[in-house]
């Protein structure tokens, strides 16, 4: 492959301006578009919306004792629900797992079609379009938002004003409400919180998230993105020449100008310079001027410039997903070629099977019974009044499933040992039978002795522990001490 | 900003600092005055802040830090913290002082809270003796075997944390004194001797069959009183029993020697002088607990 230079389509540089330190925001006034990828964005936001405040309110069965609701984290309880998952502390590492699989994710998206999850998924991108959604519903699209803007506080400005605040406000509450559902039960939250008897907590966080969404997507908006978000920045790392991004083509635009009805279109660009791209951009850029930090990658100026290309009857495409290298080389003569597949795009999808793949692996093997044998280790032994050496242990019994069970417990491997547990009997065969509450943690006390023939040193040995009812064995090797070598 | 710093940078048409590093120029953007407000804003809230709260330090001769109009004082939250858990505890506390022993042991939530606060009280108190979990040293009885001087129920470790052991401050202590047969010359060195191999035999070691005979007689006379014809040992009197495998200050020759020459008499003091009913209480289950309650 040969190699060509990346140019930036430069607009002639504007006269220097006085510069001031600090700048007053813009007020953006994004316009309405219409196109396949508004519509898009307009099922993406739906479902997004839709799954956040929806996912709550799904049960699922589990049993008695247990929360029915299928996605919750359960802080008091100490667990965390994903509907058939059930996650207890100690295994948060499936939660880094999915947290490390995002990630990745995040990086293969970008490498292969830009911005997506800015464009369509984030949070901001799709609380702003409700909001703005909001705002044309009462001060109307562009033009009139910005006509209304430059009128004297009149009774028609103010309830417009009043009520797209009001509208605002609400989403907020329901939004930060919502929040909370995710970790209480939904509907007994719900009620609660209402008459004020929830946890304090609770109401922290709904104001909180009432007021972050509130300012975020009502007021802040694109300067979330520019300014408070991290990602624009990583992006940059991420996305290379190759990657399918929303880029105005300037092999074909270049040299813009108007163009009435009848003109030639020879010797001259297809861009009719109508600024309608710039208009529907909510982040009130100009994607002529090449790939900028500031741009979501929500693909508005596609539909905006495609309307206006059928219009004047040229092929829409102007503005479209296209890569860096490929409008380089057509801008050169050359043939275009795209490369989805690159060495990081396919280590990232490596990597996202591989992790993948361990943690499909990891939840379908875990078990849902543990046994934990923790050694006293003050005193490491006693000796008995006989010369006999006995050992303590705390033996800890972790029932993950839902049904309350009882284990068989043996101990064997050194010649002579006994066993005793604290508080229970053994059977006339040397069992132990102990109960496992379901989905409960439950210790015993356990004391092994070893006469003192054959007890010296480090020695080890086998506490064998079965289900009863199921027949599922648990080893578990521990070691026992003895004075001597 | 001198003028010759003015470069422009041509496609944005931004000023740059005049940094350059490899061709590549820093803009110098502006800041969104927002964030400018924000900055304002937090200057004007630590100035609040150090009206309400308490903020300045102590400064040589301010006398105290200043206090802050919201009158809050980590001290005095601490304080309170200390309080509302002590009347919380006091709850179970009351519980454990009107049941019984016995009562606290079966009963699953006086259990667990007699078994935390004995803990934690043992480990302040008794583990400098008897060592972490009650494991004993040397001079020190392990409490996690089956062997006891005293007592290994429930009521007597009580007592004996209560009264403590030759804790002369206390007339209801429990008392007993071994002579010292060699220091006060009750017996020769070769009857020592004698009465050392008897000692040892009595738990199956191999000694000088002669001198354990001879020992045999002398251990009838001096020892057996208090520790038993058979050395099995009396509890009321504190006696250890000599047949078993447990020797609180060792049970080599030398050991034993040392103990029938000198006589050891050791001393734990009385609880009772310095702890309260229900930490007693709690520390009896508690060492009832650790392998040799009876
Ligand atoms: S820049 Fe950040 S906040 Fe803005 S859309 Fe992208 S991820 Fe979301
Ligand atoms: S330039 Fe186009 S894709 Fe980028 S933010 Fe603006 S409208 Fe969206």
């Known amino acids: ?485 | 900003m001198s003028e010759h710093h003015k470069d422009i940078d041509q496609p944005t048409g931004v000023e740059t600092t005049g940094h350059e590093w490899d061709g590549i120029k820093e803009l110098n953007n502006p800041l969104p005055r927002w964030w400018l407000y924000i900055w304002y804003g937090t200057i004007a809230f630590s100035i609040g802040y150090m009206v309400v709260m308490p903020a300045i330090p102590a400064l040589p001769g301010l006398g105290t830090n200043t206090r802050g109009l919201a009158g809050q004082s980590d001290r005095i939250a601490v304080a309170e913290q200390v309080e509302s858990l002590r009347a919380q505890r006091s709850a179970s506390g009351s519980a454990l002082l009107t049941a019984s022993l016995e009562e606290i042991e079966t009963d699953r939530e006086l259990q667990q809270f007699a078994m935390a606060s004995g803990e934690s009280a043992f480990g302040d108190n008794c583990a400098t003796c008897h060592g972490a979990g009650g494991r004993g040293a040397k001079g020190y009885p392990t409490l996690a075997d089956d062997a006891w001087l005293w007592s290994g129920t429930l009521e007597g470790i009580q007592y004996t944390l209560q009264h403590g052991i030759r804790h002369e401050e206390d007339p209801e202590t429990r008392f007993s004194l071994m002579p010292a047969f060699g220091r006060d010359r009750l017996l020769e060195r070769q009857q020592i001797d004698d009465v050392v191999n008897h000692v040892l035999s009595l738990s199956g070691r191999e000694v000088d069959e002669a001198a354990s005979s001879r020992g045999a007689d002398i251990f009838a006379a001096q020892c057996a009183s208090c520790h038993g014809a058979n050395g099995t040992g009396d509890r009321t009197v504190g006696a250890p029993n000599l047949t078993d495998d447990i020797w609180v200050f060792g049970g080599e020759y030398r050991d034993v020697y040392n103990t029938v020459y000198n006589a050891r008499n050791a001393h734990m003091p009385a609880w009772g002088e310095r702890l309260d009913e229900a930490t007693i209480k709690s520390l009896a289950v508690y060492v009832h607990s650790l392998g040799g309650g009876e």
């Open chain 1, 1 to 485: 492959m040969s190699r060509v230079t990346l140019i930036t389509p430069k607009s002639p540089p504007p006269a220097p301006p006085p510069q001031d330190l600090y700048a007053k925001r813009k007020q953006i006034y994004p316009k309405l578009a219409h196109g396949k990828f508004r519509t898009v964005k307009w099922l993406a936001m739906a479902g997004m919306l839709g799954i956040y405040y929806l996912v709550p309110w799904l049960r699922w069965d589990r049993g008695t004792g247990v929360p029915d609701q299928a996605v919750l984290a359960d802080f008091a309880g100490e667990r965390f629900f994903f509907f058939g998952i059930e996650i207890w502390p100690q295994e948060a590492y499936y939660l880094a797992g999915l947290m490390i699989l995002a990630a990745l994710g995040l990086f293969l998206v970008t490498s292969l079609f830009g911005r997506v999850w800015c464009g369509y998924a984030c949070p901001q991108t799709v609380w702003t379009d409700l909001y703005i959604w909001v705002e044309r519903a009462f001060e109307g699209d562009r033009a009139a938002r910005m006509r209304l803007d430059a009128k004297p506080m009149s009774f028609n400005k103010a309830w417009r004003k009043v009520g797209k605040h009001a509208v605002w406000l609400l989403i907020a509450f329901v939004t930060g409400g919502a929040f909370i559902l995710y970790f209480h039960d939904a509907q007994m939250i719900a009620q609660t919180f209402f008459i004020g008897e929830a946890p304090l907590s609770a109401y922290w966080f709904a104001a909180i998230l009432t007021f972050t969404t509130y300012a975020l997507a009502g007021t802040m908006r694109e300067q979330v993105c520019t300014y408070l978000c991290p990602w624009p920045r990583i992006q940059a790392a991420l996305t290379d020449e190759h990657a399918l991004n929303v880029t105005y083509r300037y092999d074909r635009g270049e040299p813009r100008g108007p163009h009435r009805k009848g003109e030639s279109w020879e010797g001259r660009g297809d861009c009719i310079d109508c600024k309608q791209c710039v208009q529907v951009c909510p982040m009130g850029i100009d994607i002529r001027d090449g790939a900028q930090l500031e741009c979501i990658h929500c693909a508005l100026c596609i539909d905006a410039c495609d309307e206006m290309m059928k219009k004047v009857e040229r092929p829409t495409g102007l503005i479209a997903y296209d890569t860096d290298i490929a409008v380089a080389r057509r801008a050169a003569g050359m043939r275009t070629q795209y490369r989805l597949i690159r060495a990081r795009t396919v280590l990232y999808a490596a990597l996202m099977v591989a992790i993948a793949a361990l943690m499909a692996w990891g939840l379908l093997n875990r078990g849902t019974f543990e046994v934990n044998v923790l050694k006293d280790r003050s005193p490491p032994y006693v000796r008995l009044s006989d010369g006999d050496i006995r050992n303590g242990y705390t033996l800890k019994l972790v029932n993950k499933s839902g049904e309350a069970r009882e284990m068989s417990l043996e101990a064997n491997g050194i010649d002579g040992l006994q066993l005793e547990v604290i508080g229970l009997e053994a059977t006339e065969a040397g069992r132990i039978f102990l109960p496992v509450a379901a989905h409960g943690v439950d210790r015993y006390r356990i004391f092994v002795t070893v006469p003192q023939e054959t007890a010296g040193g480090r020695d080890h040995f086998t506490l064998l522990l079965q289900d009863t009812a199921t027949g599922e064995l648990h080893g578990n090797r521990t070691s026992f001490m003895a004075p001597g070598d």
